[in-house]
């Protein structure tokens, strides 16, 4: 998928849950607000992902089945230390929460959370910028 963010700089996302019945849909919903989407259904492939292609933001689900989102959340940052993360979580916790802000992830919602909450953040944190190798 390909969109734009302003008139020419594209905006790429990663977004990681292993539900991928979930992460299919948010992935289409956040594609027609013009922003490009690769979904991945596990920590392995959003790391051979990240390994292929340069995201501005990655969305990343806390549990999955093969890796904890903080496991992968440090490999993300040893990969690319500036790569603006959102964990995404429906087994919210403070202590996750600050978890993940300690790992370096720049924000943090709980599911149930509203759609346009999280465009408003990925936007957010995609202007931060770092995302992309130099």
Sequence with gaps: MTAKKGTDT???LLLVDDEEGFAEVLAKRIAKRGIAVDA???GASAIQALRR?????????????DMDGIEVLKVFKKMLPNLPVI????????QAAVEGMAQGACDYLSKP???DELLKRIREAAAKGGGTRE
């Design 87 to 94: 964990m995404l979580t429906g087994h919210g916790s403070e």
């Design 40 to 42: 991945c259904f596990s």
């Design 113 to 115: 959370y509203e759609f």
């Design 10 to 12: 594209l905006l790429r």
């Design 53 to 65: 292609q340069d995201y501005d933001v990655a969305v990343l689900d806390l549990k999955m089945q």
